[in-house]
Nanobody, 120 residues
Framework: QVQLVESGGGLVQPGGSLRLSCAAS????????VSWHRQAPGKERELVAS????????NYADSVKGRFTFSRDNAKNTVYLQMNSLKPEDTAVFYCRAQRRLFNVQEDYWGRGTQVTVSS
């Protein structure tokens, strides 16, 4: 059974930092396209950062470029989102996602999310 478990969220002041983690069981992250998404109250879920399975390319939403860094530890089967210079508008539930299409079978897994609140 596949599980993605996010952790590391919390309350932080504007300008502060947090590091989110997403640990996987039942799949190997390096075989999937992995991404972080967030959903703020009353808004649609949006892509924050992604890393592709092929090429290992990392992409970021314009709103987080230069502030967030996506990394992975293959030995721990865990990905991270380092978030610096946090702003109140970063407040959201952050989700980890792993997906791939293999032999015409689409796999798409989500974690349950971790709350990030940026407030003074």
């Amino acid at each position: 059974q596949v599980q993605l478990v996010e952790s590391g969220g919390g309350l932080v002041q504007p300008g502060g930092s947090l590091r989110l983690s997403c640990a996987a069981s039942g799949l190997t992250f390096s075989n999937y396209d992995v991404s972080w998404h967030r959903q703020a109250p009353g808004k649609e879920r949006e892509l924050v950062a992604s890393i592709s399975r092929v090429g290992r390319l990392t992409n970021y939403a314009d709103s987080v470029k230069g502030r967030f860094t996506f990394s992975r530890d293959n030995a721990k089967n865990t990905v991270y989102l380092q978030m610096n210079s946090l702003k109140p508008e970063d407040t959201a539930v952050f989700y980890c996602r792993a997906q791939r299409r293999l032999f015409n079978v689409q796999e798409d897994y989500w974690g349950r999310g971790t709350q990030v609140t940026v407030s003074s």
